[in-house]
T-cell receptor, first 116, second 114 residues
Framework: DTGVSQDPRHKITKRGQNVTFRCDPI?????LYWYRQTLGQGPEFLTY????????KSRLLSDRFSAERPKGSFSTLEIQRTEQGDSAMYLC??????????????FGPGTRLTVT | AQSVTQLDSQVPVFEEAPVELRCNYSSSVSVYLFWYVQYPNQGLQLLLKYLSGSTLVESINGFEAEFNKSQTSFHLRKPSVHISDTAEYFCAVSTGAAGNKLTFGGGTRVLVKP
């Protein structure tokens, strides 16, 4: 297993454009999380899925943000009408919802978004 | 809601010297505690965790952290650092709610000097 992967690793877009990021979790993991990390800060929780169900969304996730995990495997995070304040590193993590393993989240390398 | 404070944003330290990274948390319920490390240009890696049992937990590369409930702290220590320990370290807590989502501190950047 190669771990959690994210694509693209870097994205530069102009304000007002839509962007979509993809996350592929560790294959047997049924939980998938999205976090956002701005410069000099720790990651902040955005949302999580258990299988294909989105079970929690942070207030940070405005209406311009939407996340999906249609088949309970990979997930996409779309940002519509991007703003400069959306510039950040978007991190994906996965875990196995089983006993103590459920507390161990494995993170991908992140997608760095720059909105110009 | 819970919060995590890492008091030091940067810690310069000489090779083979000890280091301590401070982490304090605030929560109205019981928490589970974690330290993650982020090496340059890499993703976050779990360094160690406290879920239950012994309040002193250790990692395979010589780090240890102690859960102190009365002080609401989970400080990270290493008795002798290596150049390869240069990284950013994040303390995080989970209450077990919302799929065990993590609340992170702001991070401490450790720069090990030769």
């Amino acid at each position: 297993d190669t771990g959690v992967s994210q694509d693209p690793r870097h994205k530069i877009t102009k304000r007002g454009q839509n962007v979509t990021f993809r996350c592929d979790p560790i294959s047997e993991h049924n939980r998938l999380y999205w976090y956002r990390q701005t410069l000099g800060q720790g990651p902040e929780f955005l949302t999580y899925f258990q299988n294909e169900a989105q079970l929690e969304k942070s207030r940070l996730l405005s209406d311009r943000f939407s996340a999906e995990r249609p088949k309970g495997s990979f997930s996409t995070l779309e940002i519509q009408r991007t703003e400069q304040g959306d510039s950040a590193m978007y991190l994906c993590a996965s875990s196995l919802a089983q006993g103590l393993s459920s507390y161990e989240q494995y993170f991908g390398p992140g997608t760095r978004l720059t909105v110009t | 809601a819970q919060s995590v404070t890492q008091l030091d944003s940067q810690v310069p330290v000489f090779e083979e010297a000890p280091v301590e990274l401070r982490c304090n948390y605030s929560s109205s319920v019981s928490v589970y505690l974690f330290w993650y490390v982020q090496y340059p240009n890499q993703g976050l890696q779990l360094l160690l965790k406290y879920l239950s049992g012994s309040t002193l937990v250790e990692s395979i590369n010589g780090f240890e952290a102690e859960f102190n409930k009365s002080q609401t702290s989970f400080h990270l220590r290493k008795p002798s650092v290596h150049i390869s320990d240069t990284a950013e370290y994040f303390c995080a807590v989970s209450t077990g709610a919302a799929g065990n989502k993590l609340t992170f501190g702001g991070g401490t950047r450790v720069l090990v000097k030769p």
